[in-house]
């Protein structure tokens, strides 16, 4: 019996998200209506009775409660105020409390009835609102209190209930609730999305549940990932941890529903988020992926293959068997994570050329390590792990068999073909081919992006930042195959860096004509770096360029750079003797000169 | 596989639907274009004087969230004194209970929302005396639970908003310290979807509201370089619809509120350019009623507080410069928070 109707505010988005179902207070898909002064009236009057009986009501109850009353009245009562305002929380508090004090004095039998009429209730409440997080969580917690539970009438509720919206997540989490205590097996859940998927392909709640679930029942191995067996307390695991890798055959069996779902509708973005996972799944193994020694600048270096907090991973340095205590240092007083960490050696320890240092350094956290050899008279010196060069990046998109990748990527080809304005079908393409051969698809690649930018101009920037990572990644693995410490990246349309903790051994970098807009504080993981030219740009700040310890040349002509402060990070480069401002704002300012000479002890060479 | 049969599949797979609808809504030529700043802050003002509104009477349930939109908004336009302070720091006081929780409203029961909500208010306010801090601390820790996660109130309802409302009210307390920061956000963490996003619980679909709240959460706690950043962007970005609106999960409709959920997820991970600015100011900016003042989640629908707040503050996000900068993670005006000496961390 709904004595107290509230107008009933239902609608299509996901609404009355943060503070409950705020289907009141926030006009959640109310349309205004105009009407007239004595529709307004009788509105009014009917809203006055209406608080008057409210008001009572919720008196009651809470004067009730306030005396400690649990009979079976008060239950009544606060159903009648719940099935019209199922959010008023206290109110759920307040049967809680009646129930379980009811619990204490029924036999088992009216126990039971009593929750499965608390069931029933809580059924009408969630066919009006099925939204409201107050009715689900009290649904769960009648569950964990009736003493049989019918878990098979909570799965059918769910199926009606996804049968209306198969995408009320409430639902949905309730149905992993169910599941989960039920011991529903994880075959069946997967059958589940099988035939939501086959009546509908455009599910994002099925696709996501399968992703899930696949993990669970085909995993890629056996073995739980290494980290996770040693994970402390003092480092939470990262994400990639909780693996979501899938075995290969299965995953064949993915791309063939995926491929089916967005052929139906390739416009349906469901599928397309699906495939980029599935192409996506390969991890990163976690090491120390380089160690850097420099004799004259008497300090170490390490990368590692994801940002760390080095101060606390239990990081150790040994020097010719000897620990040395010393203090980490990220790259930049920014990041109290990062992939490049830096210590100071103790003066005189590795100062004289005529000797032979062995370096390790220990990351006793994940018990790995890597060596580096200083040899007599060598300045520097470096250990970094070659076997992961070429599958750097290739390892994050795909293990698969290329075979398999290339008949994916003729599919999608064929389907462009049909839909050439399909923007999902152009990325997924591009994907496939950095998957398969990034270097030999690169001039498809822009081209592909550019029509990406044209069909999809609101997220242009997107796929702008992406193209500059796939360029930098591309640049980096003919580096690798070079071998050399030189890198070029003129003339590549970059809108972002990426990828800097790659460049640690970088001498000499080339950003000019670009439409680069600053170099952020990740520059400074470019601890080599001795030369810069970055002219044509829009740059307007430089943090990055701190702390440089061999920055000797600058060349930033024609850019944005505005104001004297800008260039303040440079003063932290004691090496740097050249610097090319022309055609910068900044060239503008009075006194720029002499303010310069003052900021830039070092500089000798100065073009404005 | 053979190449043939696969082919053979294909030409039978295709049947695409005719005319896909995309879900979304089409602003009309005669919709606001410019922002009504006087009269939203007549709407708030006026909006608490209703006392007796029967649809104000009914949302006490959330009363102190209420406020706390109401108050951000105003701070933001700069019209914070126009509010009664004394009245509502008095209310706060009579909210709080002896566990330490704040409740919506007086007679009903403490929670972590509304604990965050009361929070901000008094941070708004520089007035945190009127509570008892520290009773709010161990209210908030003894919400924690084994797994690192956090109920809302003492009925174990589990939420990553809960990690959220836990940490932003420590960090504004300067008590960050006094829960399992490791344990909180492993929990978060394990709420990782495949598309980057985040959701209620481990194994929850991804959801605009939710990645907020767990963005925020890694930002406080300064661990967001465990987000794959590039991947929730492009999910995030991917909620821009055609009328420029933003929606919260795949095929919705765009509301303002996500204007706030997404847009502030987005600057929390350093990828807010990745969405067409113009278009979603031009949304939003549609979504004001001219004559009443305040916003709606729609064009043409009710306003309220709550969309107003979230209308007002993306604004800000988005660079207006009529608006006081806001802060995406605490959703607070930026002075509010240098004053209390708090930047949480946020991706470049
Ligand atoms: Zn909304």
Not at chain 1, 125 to 148: E, Q
Request: proline share 5%.
């Amino acid at each position: 019996m709904r004595v107290y109707p509230v107008p009933t505010l239902l609608h299509e988005s996901d609404t009355s998200w943060f503070q409950s179902a705020l289907k009141v207070i926030t006009m959640h898909g109310r349309v205004k209506l105009k009407s007239t002064a004595q529709q307004e009236e009788e509105k009014r009057k009917e809203r006055e009775k209406k608080l008057k009986i409210y008001v009572a009501a919720r008196d009651a109850c809470f004067s009730k409660r306030k005396e400690g009353i649990m009979d079976i009245e008060a239950l009544q009562l606060t159903q009648q105020l719940l099935s019209s305002n199922p959010d008023f929380a206290t109110l759920w508090n307040y049967r809680r409390e009646i129930l379980l004090h009811q619990e204490t004095v029924l036999s088992e039998e009216e126990v039971q009835k009593l929750y499965e009429d608390e069931l029933v209730f809580l059924e009408g409440c969630l066919k009006v609102n099925p939204k409201s997080y107050g009715s689900w969580h009290h649904r769960g917690w009648v569950l964990s209190r009736i003493p049989r539970p019918d878990w098979n009438r909570e799965l059918g509720l769910c199926d009606r209930c996804l049968g209306l919206d198969d995408r009320n997540f409430h639902c949905w989490d309730y149905r992993r609730m169910v599941v989960k205590l039920s011991g529903v097996p994880v075959e069946q859940e997967l059958q589940f999305t099988d035939r939501l998927i086959g009546s509908n392909f455009s599910n994002y709640s099925s696709w996501h549940y399968r992703s899930t679930l696949l993990p669970l029942l085909h995993p890629h191995s056996p073995e739980p990932p290494f980290p996770l067996r040693n994970a402390r307390s003092s480092s939470p695991s990262s994400p990639q941890m909780h693996s979501h890798r899938v075995c290969e055959e299965q995953l064949l069996k993915e791309y063939e529903l995926v491929q089916n779902a967005f052929f139906t509708d390739p416009n349906d973005q469901s599928a397309w988020f699906y495939y980029r996972w599935l192409l996506g799944r390969a991890e990163r193994e976690e090491m120390i992926s380089c160690v850097y020694v420099s004799r004259e600048g008497e300090r170490v270096i390490v990368a590692f293959s994801r940002p760390v907090n080095a101060q606390a991973v239990g990081l150790l340095l040994v020097v010719d068997g000897q620990p040395l205590q010393v203090d980490w240092r990220s790259v930049h007083p920014r990041f109290r994570h990062c992939p490049v960490w830096i210590c100071e050696l103790p003066p005189g320890t590795i100062s004289d050329a005529s000797n032979e240092h062995n370096l390790t350094v220990h990351w006793t956290e994940r018990h790995t390590h890597r060596d580096c050899a200083l040899y007599t008279g060598r300045s520097e010196s470096w250990c970094r792990d070659s076997a992961t060069d070429q599958e750097l990046f290739r390892s994050e998109l795909s293990v698969e068999k290329s075979s398999v990748l290339q008949s994916e990527l003729q599919s999608c080809t064929q389907l462009l073909e049909l839909e050439p304005q399909n923007k999902w079908c152009v990325l997924t393409i591009v994907l496939l081919m950095r998957a398969l051969d990034p270097l030999g698809y690169e001039k498809e690649t822009l081209a592909h992006f550019e029509t990406l930018k044209e069909v999809d101009s609101m997220r242009s920037s997107y796929y702008s930042d992406l193209c500059s990572k796939f360029m930098i990644e591309n640049t980096i693995l003919k580096m690798e195959y070079a071998e050399v410490r030189v890198f070029s990246l003129s003339g590549k349309k970059l809108t972002t860096l990426c990828h800097l903790d790659q460049l640690l051994l970088v001498t000499h970098i080339n950003l000019s004509s670009n439409k680069l807009q600053t170099l952020p504080p990740q520059f400074a993981m470019l601890q080599c770096l001795e030369v810069l030219e970055a002219d044509d740009n829009a740059i307007e700040t430089l943090p990055g360029l701190y702390h440089l310890p061999r920055l000797e040349e600058v060349s930033l002509r024609n850019n944005q750079i505005s104001r004297l402060s800008d260039l303040k990070p440079l003063s932290s480069c004691p090496k740097l003797t050249r610097l090319d401002l022309r055609g910068n704002p900044v060239t503008q300012t009075a006194n720029l000169q002499s303010e310069l000479a003052e900021l830039l002890p070092s500089v000798t060479d100065l073009l404005l | 596989m053979t190449n043939s049969k696969k082919k053979s599949r294909k030409d039978l797979g295709y049947h695409p639907k005719m005319g896909t609808q995309v879900k979304d809504v089409v602003l009309k030529p005669d919709a606001p274009s410019t922002l009504l700043l006087e009269k939203h802050a007549d709407y708030i003002a006026a909006y608490g004087s209703k006392k007796d509104d029967y649809e104000y009477t009914l949302s006490e349930y959330l009363r102190m969230s209420g406020i706390y939109w109401g108050l951000t908004v105003m701070d933001l336009m700069g019209q914070l004194p126009r509010m009664n302070r004394e009245e509502i720091t008095a209310f706060i006081t009579a909210c709080q209970h002896d566990c330490g929780g704040i409740s919506a409203s007086i007679g009903h029961d403490p929670h972590l929302l509304y604990t965050l909500s009361a929070v901000q208010i008094l941070s708004l306010y520089d007035d945190l005396s009127v509570i008892d801090v520290h009773k709010v601390v161990e209210y908030v820790k003894g919400l924690q639970q084994e797994d690192g996660s956090f109920a809302g109130d003492k009925w174990g309802e589990i939420d990553t908003r809960f990690s959220f409302c836990a940490v932003a009210t420590l960090a504004l307390l300067g008590k960050l310290d006094a829960i399992n920061l490791d344990k909180a956000v492993e929990f978060v963490l394990s709420c990782m979807n495949f598309d980057g996003g985040f959701g209620c619980r481990p194994g929850s679909e991804s959801h605009a509201g939710q990645i907020y709240c767990c963005t925020g959460f890694l930002s406080i706690t300064g661990q967001l370089h465990q987000v794959s950043a590039d991947l929730l962007g492009w999910w995030l970005c991917e909620r821009q619809l055609p009328s420029g609106g933003l929606n919260g999960r795949p095929e919705k409709l765009p509301d303002v509120c996500y204007s706030w959920w997404v847009l502030a997820s987005l600057k929390i991970i350093g990828r807010i350019h990745w969405i067409d600015k113009n278009k979603l100011r031009s949304f939003i900016l549609a979504c004001q009623d001219e004559e009443t003042g305040g916003f709606a989640d729609r064009p043409g629908d009710m306003v309220d507080p709550f969309h107003t707040l979230f209308g007002i503050a993306g604004l800000s996000l988005l660079g207006d410069e009529e608006i006081k900068a806001v802060n995406p993670v605490f959703c607070m005006p930026e002075d509010v928070l240098q004053r209390l000496g708090l930047h949480p961390e946020l991706l470049s």
